[in-house]
């Protein structure tokens, strides 16, 4: 059975993982947006869903 304290850092490496797949989907790199948002959680959040599309240079 999963406690509190699991369910909490369960919840935030979820977290994690939709920032990593948000950023990707703006043209960002995924494991940097992973890496911070495992330190800043929803914070990143807030920061990707403002942010604007980076383009890419062919």
């Not at 994690?16 to 948002?37: D, E, H, P, V, Y």
């Not at 959040?45 to 980076?54: A, N």
Request: glycine share 8%; hydrophobic share 50%; aromatic share 12%.
């Amino acid at each position: 059975m999963i406690t509190l304290d699991e369910s909490y850092y369960v919840g935030w490496g979820t977290l994690a993982l939709i920032n990593a797949a948000l950023a990707q989907g703006k043209n960002r790199t995924g494991l940097n947006w992973f890496l911070l948002s495992l330190f800043a959680g929803p914070i990143a959040t807030l920061l990707l869903l403002f942010s604007e599309s980076e383009k890419r240079s062919n």
